[in-house]
């Protein structure tokens, strides 16, 4: 068994959450780090070196357990949870319930959507906490602009509905409210509302998002450029949210049922992710433990606006700060095999000239033609020995491995081929999603370039004046003339 000493030795170098324990088992100190194993080995100076406090608290100290999360802000809002629920003697920050704002689905007959920053239980439903209040904002404004939620104090039943009772406010004729108060919608699609919102607020958004994308391609598709922009900001909002809110592996963290992981649950999942990465090292082959994979693929259509996708795992989880898009500089076409070879080393000539860690894995998505071209360039890059290197082919999801001329078939229900596919299924997300956006963005460009005489020098103009393309449609003869001139005018607006 390691001691206390060895512990703090062996501590990776990333963002988490540290625990100190007494001799009695009880979390005494919670803190977080941006460098765990930096951050904790400060506390094991020389006695001189601190402060009484400090030397108070490292007196006591007999055990010490870690998470490690992806982010700063990650390991702000989980050491923010632990101290309210564990209450350790030694912290003296953050006890209260007001430190950070929350977002609360009231109790209420017709629930309201509201900022607070102070937890009570009586019977609302509480997301958070949210290490910004910006982002907490913008969470509202974006639940504001696509949901008709009431936003006043009025004690609503059916009686004083059906009475008239309230007359509806200023923001049932901004379009803002449903007008709830005066019967104007239904208590089911008041309430289906509701629901999206839950949903959204828990992390639960895939099929929201979904939708929300068919009507951005959609408005896309009839020109109404301004309003698929909208979409899409609404998209990327989700989307942040989705990514920033603190995960659990099993659903995103809500007050009222807890789901952070508990402190005699976070051993437990280090070890899973310990049990995992030794089954997965095992049945590839490989001779170390695969604590960083890496994952790349390519996304184009029909060969247009090619991109590509890295994303990286650490210690079995998601690392989405280290994830990467590429542009494809040097490949004319769908070329998905030079593609390959062009992001691989461009990769890993960054991180050698930047001096960063190797991964353990690389995945490549695809078959043996993928393969062969990154070790191509691995092998070019004199790193192919320095990193396990192998192929997964999605139609039957068969693990190629080079120099092995018979796939590798891994059991349909082991934890190494989920692994797998979990990193291949997150690269083509990754990439599928910048490539869609960059689409969009060439549609703008495509439906002015159409038009004779419109070079690039004039789309800058009329885009950086008007905006939108939906706003040169609406814009007079005079106003784009006055831009572009009047006879390059003429045929925008007979085009338009």
Same mark, same amino acid.
């Given at each position: 068994?390691?001691?206390?000493?060895?512990?703090?030795?062996?501590?990776?170098?990333?963002?988490?959450?540290?625990?100190?324990?007494?001799?009695?088992?009880?979390?005494?100190?919670?803190?977080?780090?941006?460098?765990?194993?930096?951050?904790?080995?400060?506390?094991?100076?020389?006695?001189?070196?601190?402060?009484?406090?400090?030397?108070?608290?490292?007196?006591?100290?007999?055990?010490?357990?870690?998470?490690?999360?992806?982010?700063?802000?990650?390991? !702000?809002?989980?050491?923010?949870?632990?101290?309210?629920?564990?209450?350790?003697?030694? $912290?003296?920050?953050?006890?209260?319930?007001?430190?950070?704002?929350?977002?609360?689905?009231?109790?209420?007959?017709?629930?309201?959507?509201?900022?607070?920053?102070?937890?009570?239980?009586?019977?609302?439903?509480?997301?958070?906490p949210y290490a910004s209040v @910006?982002?907490?904002?913008?969470?509202?404004?974006?639940? #504001? #602009?696509?949901?008709?939620?009431?936003?006043? !104090?009025?004690?609503?039943?059916d009686e004083s509905i059906a009475?008239?009772?309230?007359?509806?406010?200023?923001?049932?004729?901004?379009?803002?409210?449903?007008?709830?108060?005066?019967?104007?919608?239904?208590?089911?699609?008041?309430?289906?509302?509701? *629901?999206?919102?839950?949903?959204?607020?828990?992390?639960?958004?895939?099929?929201?998002?979904?939708?929300?994308?068919?009507?951005?391609?959609?408005?896309?598709?009839?020109?109404?450029?301004?309003?698929?922009?909208?979409?899409? =900001?609404?998209?990327?909002?989700?989307?942040?949210?989705?990514? @920033?809110?603190?995960? #659990?592996?099993?659903?995103?963290?809500?007050?009222?049922?807890?789901?952070?992981? @508990?402190?005699?649950?976070?051993?437990?999942?280090?070890?899973?992710?310990?049990?995992?990465?030794?089954?997965?090292?095992?049945?590839?082959?490989?001779? *170390?433990?695969?604590?960083?994979?890496?994952?790349?693929?390519?996304?184009?259509?029909?060969?247009?606006?090619?991109?590509?996708?890295?994303?990286?795992?650490?210690?079995?989880?998601?690392?989405?700060?280290?994830?990467?898009?590429?542009?494809?500089?040097?490949?004319?076409?769908? $070329?998905?095999?030079?593609?390959?070879?062009?992001?691989?080393?461009?990769?890993?000539?960054?991180?050698l000239a930047e001096g960063e860690? !190797?991964?353990?894995?690389?995945?490549?998505?695809?078959?043996?033609?993928?393969?062969?071209?990154?070790?191509?360039?691995?092998?070019? !890059?004199?790193?192919?020995?320095?990193?396990?290197?192998?192929?997964?082919?999605?139609?039957?999801?068969?693990?190629?491995?080079?120099?092995?001329?018979?796939?590798?078939?891994?059991?349909?229900?082991?934890?190494?081929?989920?692994?797998?596919?979990?990193?291949?299924?997150?690269?083509?997300?990754?990439?599928?999603?910048?490539?869609?956006?960059?689409?969009?963005?060439?549609?703008?460009?495509?439906?002015?370039? =159409?038009?004779?005489?419109?070079?690039?020098?004039?789309?800058?103009?009329?885009?950086?004046?008007?905006?939108?393309?939906?706003?040169?449609? *609406?814009? #007079?003869?005079?106003?784009?003339?006055?831009?572009?001139?009047?006879?390059?005018?003429?045929?925008?607006?007979?085009?338009?």
């Amino acid at each position: 068994m390691m001691t206390l000493r060895e512990k703090v030795e062996n501590l990776p170098h990333s963002p988490g959450v540290y625990r100190y324990l007494d001799g009695g088992g009880t979390i005494i100190y919670v803190g977080k780090a941006k460098d765990l194993r930096r951050r904790v080995a400060q506390y094991f100076r020389p006695p001189e070196q601190l402060d009484r406090k400090t030397q108070a608290l490292v007196e006591h100290i007999a055990d010490l357990q870690y998470t490690v999360v992806e982010t700063e802000e990650d390991a !702000l809002l989980l050491e923010n949870n632990l101290i309210k629920q564990l209450q350790p003697h030694y $912290n003296i920050l953050l006890k209260d319930d007001k430190t950070y704002p929350w977002i609360a689905v009231t109790g209420d007959r017709f629930p309201r959507v509201v900022m607070t920053r102070r937890y009570v239980r009586d019977g609302s439903r509480y997301y958070g906490p949210y290490a910004s209040v @910006q982002r907490a904002h913008a969470l509202l404004n974006l639940i #504001s #602009s696509v949901y008709k939620i009431r936003v006043c !104090l009025h004690p609503l039943t059916d009686e004083s509905i059906a009475a008239g009772k309230f007359r509806p406010c200023l923001n049932y004729h901004l379009g803002r409210c449903g007008g709830i108060c005066a019967g104007e919608v239904s208590e089911a699609d008041y309430m289906a509302q509701i *629901e999206e919102i839950d949903k959204i607020l828990s992390g639960r958004v895939r099929s929201i998002i979904s939708s929300f994308r068919a009507r951005m391609m959609s408005a896309s598709a009839d020109l109404r450029f301004e309003e698929a922009a909208d979409w899409k =900001a609404k998209i990327e909002l989700l989307e942040a949210h989705h990514r @920033q809110v603190v995960e #659990s592996g099993h659903g995103i963290v809500d007050m009222e049922t807890f789901r952070l992981l @508990q402190p005699r649950e976070l051993p437990r999942r280090e070890e899973k992710a310990a049990r995992v990465m030794a089954q997965l090292r095992d049945d590839l082959g490989m001779s *170390e433990l695969p604590r960083h994979i890496e994952c790349f693929d390519n996304s184009n259509i029909q060969g247009s606006d090619p991109v590509a996708a890295c994303v990286v795992f650490k210690d079995a989880l998601p690392s989405k700060k280290d994830y990467r898009h590429f542009l494809i500089k040097t490949v004319v076409g769908a $070329n998905d095999y030079a593609s390959m070879k062009e992001v691989v080393n461009r990769r890993y000539s960054r991180l050698l000239a930047e001096g960063e860690p !190797l991964p353990q894995l690389v995945v490549i998505d695809g078959g043996k033609g993928q393969l062969r071209f990154a070790l191509e360039a691995l092998q070019e !890059l004199g790193i192919r020995e320095k990193m396990f290197v192998v192929g997964l082919a999605e139609r039957l999801e068969e693990v190629i491995v080079p120099g092995d001329p018979t796939p590798l078939w891994l059991d349909k229900n082991s934890s190494s081929l989920r692994v797998l596919m979990h990193i291949r299924d997150e690269a083509h997300r990754f990439g599928i999603t910048h490539h869609r956006s960059r689409r969009s963005a060439s549609a703008v460009s495509s439906a002015l370039r =159409a038009i004779p005489g419109v070079g690039e020098v004039s789309e800058t103009k009329l885009l950086r004046h008007f905006k939108s393309v939906k706003r040169i449609r *609406e814009a #007079s003869l005079e106003e784009v003339a006055a831009v572009v001139g009047p006879v390059l005018a003429g045929k925008i607006k007979t085009s338009l």
